[in-house]
C-alpha cells in the first residue's frame, strides 16, 4: 500500500474522484427522491379512495353480521311457534280420533287410539 502526502498531486486527484462520485450518488437519490415523490402524488388519491371504500364495505358487513344475527334468532324463534303450533294440531287431531263419534261403539274404532275391536271378551 502506497502513502501519499497530503500536498502531492496523487492525494488531490483521490479525493477529487472521491467527491466526484460523492456527487453522483448525491444526484442518483435525489432523482430517485423526486421520482417517488411524483409516484407517491398519483397514488395517495388512489390511496385514499381505496381506504374509504374498504371503510364503507367494512361497515357494510357489520351491519350485514348483525342482521343475520337477528334474523337467525327469528328463524329459531318462529320455528319453535311452529313445532308448538304442529304439536297442539296433532294433539288436537289425536283426541279427535279417539274420542266416540255419532253413537260408534268405542271397542270399535280402528285408527291409532283403539286399535281393531278386540274379541277376546265374546267367546
Wanted: hydrophobic share 35%.
Amino acid at each position: 500500500m502506497e502513502t501519499f502526502l497530503v500536498g502531492s498531486p496523487c492525494h488531490g486527484r483521490r479525493e477529487l474522484k472521491a467527491y466526484e462520485r460523492f456527487k453522483e450518488q448525491a444526484q442518483y437519490f435525489r432523482d430517485h427522491a423526486y421520482h417517488l415523490e411524483g409516484e407517491l402524488r398519483v397514488v395517495r388519491p388512489e390511496l385514499y379512495r381505496a381506504d374509504q371504500k374498504i371503510d364503507r364495505l367494512q361497515q357494510r358487513a357489520d351491519r350485514l353480521a348483525r342482521e343475520n344475527i337477528l334474523l337467525k334468532r327469528r328463524v329459531a324463534d318462529l320455528t319453535a311457534q311452529l313445532e308448538t303450533k304442529a304439536q297442539a294440531h296433532w294433539a288436537v287431531i289425536r283426541e279427535g280420533q279417539c274420542s266416540r263419534q255419532d253413537g260408534e261403539d268405542a271397542g270399535a274404532q280402528e285408527g291409532p287410539c283403539g286399535g281393531v275391536a278386540s274379541d277376546a271378551g265374546e267367546d
